[in-house]
């Protein structure tokens, strides 16, 4: 089976400019999670779907991040204006109807703001 | 407050020199313990899951175990190819918490 899809691998911008990252999940795979991994740490969840519904969304800046999920399948997160600090990889990851089931990521994005 | 802590960060082995990483948990109500595999540019991939204390789990080289307060991944003549960062993560209800993870190198 196809993995889990992410687009763009690399993206650098400056400050204050507006950003989108796409994720495309397994085929199948109801929930959806966004990641932020900073340099020599683990994955910190910012966003969690199941289906088109955000039911965990606790860690999310929003005051500047923003993310949706349009008719449960693809997923896209967005940071509107864009700071220094959120240079990172940003990880979509998806999981199979068992809520203990393993999570399955995608290569990332990895995004530097100048 | 749920917590992951990892050690060593940084493990250097000779081929062939087998070795244990650690991953100790606080957590109330473990629903899995899960153990990746990360490599440069790349996403994790998973290795295994142990949902109980004494279950142990085990792929080509490595073989993860778990207690109620720690989770050790054996690796097991090691080859330069297990190079990577090792992932634990704990599930705590619906969420997944992630620890900073062990980076190994196996040189020939």
Redesign the interface.
Known sequence: EAGVVQSPRYKIIEKKQPVAFWCNPISGHNTLYWYRQNLGQGPELLIRYENEEAVDDSQLPKDRFSAERLKGVDSTLKIQPAELGDSAVYLCASQGLAGDSPLHFGNGTRLTVT | EDQ?TQSPEALRLQEGESSSLNCSYTVSGL??L?W?RQDP??????LF?L?SAGEEKEKERLKATLTKKESFLHITAPKPEDSATY?C?V?AG???I????TTLSVSS
């Open positions: 992951v629903r899995g899960f990746y540019g790349k996403g994790p991939e998973f899951t949902y992932l993560a599930q619906t969420a997944l992630f620890g900073k993870g």
